[in-house]
């Protein structure tokens, strides 16, 4: 999986630390970006289960109750 992320990055011609992810998957959303530097933002909704925050060695940068939350933490 990391290799999607790396392709996305270059693609945007940013290098995957440039990258924030956001997703609802903390194995293939959150550490996959986080495997190549990046930051990764975990959602809950979707996948999203509270266990996914203690089950996993994988811990996001940061997590949202929602995707709404969003505009708010990036012009904070």
Do not use: C, W
Request: hydrophobic share 40%.
């Amino acid at each position: 999986m990391p290799e999607v992320f790396q392709f996305a990055a270059e693609s945007m011609d940013l290098s995957p630390h440039e990258v924030v992810m956001v997703g609802d998957d903390v194995v293939n959303d959150v550490a996959g970006i986080q495997d190549l530097g990046g930051k990764g933002i975990l959602v809950r909704t979707g996948k999203f289960r509270e266990t996914d925050l203690t089950n996993h060695e994988t811990q996001p940068d940061l997590v949202l109750d929602s995707i709404a939350d969003l505009p708010g933490v990036l012009l904070g």
